[in-house]
């Protein structure tokens, strides 16, 4: 006998492998084997849980359950919980045993939820794969309240055997997963270099790269957050096929901690469904457990550590293995996302080269032509003004070719100005000293300081020039003073340069319309497209200021 029932159970198993290798799609392989288990041992009815990390259980396959167990969409197997998976989620299940009774069967009979089929006990059994905990097989027939040690030792096999085929389920599908994300992961960045050849605006690369994620990626939403002035903000959105820029308020006490963590880890971390609303707040993307389920968030390896960044993307309802291979691409998306930052301000490092020599050429031009000709015309001027000053009585034209002799010097003087505007000489002895220089060619008594030694990038420094040079010829030909102030501020984050006189004022109550207003105009235009701002102080008692702030890259001890 003894014999015989071990041949039963050495074909049971046999059977069980079979089944187990008829099919790749775990919902159809798990309905199968539960359904072959219960054939060959003489059960009745029969149920699996899989059981993730955070003790969150899913029924994912049944068979024959009782009517009772049945009701509302099987409601009584998806919610609740009961001794098994308590006994699962502390740790102290670890081999098949028997179940006095089954507290959702009690339930049952309780609520009156229906028939129970005479079934009121049942055998549970872990599912694991090695040291990996799965989930829960459970096994029950009419009337059967106890199993034996040789059947819960069947059982045990089996359930190896389930999680044997699991685990290697789950590594199939990650693979796929990871192929499809990888082939996606060449689309995205194929479209993102492309993007970013056209992109003329830094400030736009977010809006693009969340576009493009929605589009190359099965993600229900994507946002870039970035860190600034100690505060993370959203750049930008993408969510129900829409592309939206962050607003203006920094993220929450929790989503700042959340932020933190996910880039003191260095490597991607899954974010549960309230987490995300952690983030991102209720009202602002209306996101909910059901449409978004979990999510990932990736930091940015930008070059500055004093802005970070971190990448936060959708994940839906996929399993956690799913996650784990969504996470390893993700880390490598980021790095895509950087290197297109970077490309994009060579980018515009090659443009403003470019801007700078055709200033230079423009400047030379000026000069070769239109400088000399107010040169010869002066000096014209000045001869025929001495001819037609030697005759007596006095030449009537004499007086007239003073006035065109005057004209021609202011006019020479204002293009060696715009020349030297298009061409900024000087800079290699620092701003300071260049814009001192170029205060005293206008007649004016630059008196200049400087708080703070912090190098300045070349393109921020220009612009800073061309605002002091245009707040300087301000001073000249509207304060009527002949003494200017300059004061240069530089810290660890940002440049400041003020530019002050103790004229007569009036910079406020210039028309927007007028040809004076121009130029403030332009200096708020220079200051706002190195991402800083313009602040403009004037009282007719004491004078006007102008302050350029500009921040500044991280620099590197």
């Not at 071990?6 to 775990?26: C, V």
């Not at 903000?233 to 959340?258: C, F, K, N, W």
Request: charged letters at 25%; hydrophobic letters at 40%.
């Amino acid at each position: 006998m003894p014999e015989e029932v071990g041949m039963q159970e050495m074909a049971t198993l046999k059977t069980i492998a079979e089944t187990l290798n008829t099919s790749n799609d775990l919902s159809l392989m798990l309905d199968k084997v539960v359904g072959k288990l219960l054939e060959l041992t003489g059960l009745s009815a029969g149920w699996l849980f899989l059981i993730d990390e955070r003790g969150e259980y899913t029924c994912v396959s049944d068979y024959n359950l009782p009517p009772a167990l049945m009701r509302n969409d099987k409601e009584p197997m998806r919610t609740g919980t009961c001794w098994c998976v308590n006994r699962f989620r502390d740790g102290r299940l670890q081999y098949a045993v028997n179940i006095i009774n089954c507290k959702r069967l009690e339930d049952a009979v309780e609520f009156k939820w229906g028939d129970t089929s005479d079934i009121t006990h049942h055998a549970t059994v872990p599912l694991r794969s090695g040291e990996q905990m799965l989930g829960l097989l459970n096994v029950a027939a009419p009337d059967k309240v106890h199993f034996s040690d040789s059947e819960l030792a069947l059982l045990q096999a089996v359930a190896y055997q389930i999680g044997s085929a699991m685990e290697r389920m789950r590594l199939y599908r990650a693979e796929q997963r990871r192929a499809q994300l990888y082939a996606r992961l060449g689309d995205f960045g194929a479209a993102l270099s492309l993007t970013v050849n056209e992109c003329t605006e830094t400030d736009a690369l977010p809006g693009t790269v969340v576009r493009l994620l929605g589009k190359h990626f099965d993600c229900p939403f994507a946002a870039l957050i970035k860190q600034t002035d100690e505060r993370f903000h959203i750049q930008a959105v993408y969510a129900d096929g829409h592309v939206s820029m962050g607003a203006a308020a920094p993220l929450s006490l929790e989503g700042t901690r959340l932020m933190d963590r996910i880039i003191d880890h260095y490597r991607a971390a899954v974010l549960t469904a309230d987490e995300l609303v952690d983030i991102f707040g209720p009202d602002q993307l209306e996101l909910n457990s059901r449409q978004f389920g979990t999510g990932i968030g990736v930091p940015l390896p930008y070059p500055s550590p004093e802005e970070p960044g971190v990448l936060v993307i959708g994940t839906g309802t996929r399993s956690l293995g799913l996650i784990r291979a969504d996470s390893e691409v993700m880390e490598a998306l980021a790095e895509h996302i950087i290197a297109a930052r970077e490309s994009l301000k060579l980018a515009d490092h090659r443009r403003e080269l470019a801007r700078l020599e055709e200033r230079n050429r423009l400047a030379r031009d000026l000069h070769d032509s239109v400088n000399q000709i107010l040169f010869s015309l002066s000096l014209t001027a000045r001869g025929a003004e001495s001819m037609l000053s030697g005759t007596e009585p006095r030449h009537p034209a004499a007086e007239a070719m003073k006035d065109i002799r005057a004209l021609s010097q202011e006019a020479l003087k204002e293009m060696r100005a715009l020349i030297m505007q298009l061409r900024p000489a000087g800079l290699e002895a620092g701003l300071l000293s260049a814009l001192q220089e170029y205060g005293t060619k206008q007649g004016l008594q630059v008196v200049a300081d400087r708080i703070g030694i912090r190098s300045i990038p070349r393109v921020m420094e220009e612009g800073l020039w061309r605002i002091g040079q245009e707040a300087l010829n301000n001073i000249r030909k509207h304060a009527e003073v002949s003494t200017a102030n300059i004061l240069l501020e530089c810290n660890e984050h940002e440049a400041k340069l003020t530019i002050s006189d103790r004229g007569k004022g009036g910079a406020k109550r210039r028309k927007p319309s007028s040809e004076n207003s121009l130029g403030l105009s332009i200096m708020r235009e220079r200051a706002q497209s190195l991402g800083g701002r313009l602040e403009i102080w004037s009282s007719s008692r004491k004078g006007t200021t102008v302050t350029a702030v500009i921040p500044l890259p991280y620099e590197s001890e």
